[in-house]
């Protein structure tokens, strides 16, 4: 089944932007977190951002803190991603995740149980 659906992938040259969405009407519950992932060929899975609460606190994996933006919209059913500066080390397919309770400002839990099907963005140099 699938629980959260992405879009906005591309191409895009090394300092451009794409905006990442994540359908995700059935986690609107303010204890739900939704988390962005990407995975590399050949890398692991690696947490990138993720929101949660009815204040919306957010967390940010180094390697992207200052570049990437996560927010929602006011039904709390989309969250984006925004990523501006990006680099060629940001190719990867992106996937929206949910959990309760997934989401901290230090930190994002790694094991998330509802999941998309990913979306893939490519920077060129």
Do not use: H
Not at 4 to 17: I, N, T, Y
């Amino acid at each position: 089944e699938e629980w959260l659906v992405e879009s906005g992938g591309g191409l895009v040259q090394a300092g451009g932007s794409l905006r990442l969405s994540c359908a995700a009407s059935e986690f609107t519950d303010v204890d739900y977190a939704i988390g962005w992932f990407r995975q590399a060929p050949g890398k692991e899975r690696e947490g990138v951002s993720c929101i949660i609460g009815s204040d919306d606190s957010t967390y940010y994996a180094d390697s992207v803190k200052g570049r990437f933006t996560i927010s929602r919209n006011n039904a709390r059913n989309t969250v984006y991603l925004q990523m501006d500066s990006l680099k060629p080390e940001d190719t990867a397919v992106y996937y929206c995740a949910a959990e309760l309770w997934g989401c901290t400002t230090d930190r994002m839990t790694k094991e998330y149980d509802y999941w998309g099907r990913g979306t893939q963005v490519t920077v060129s140099s």
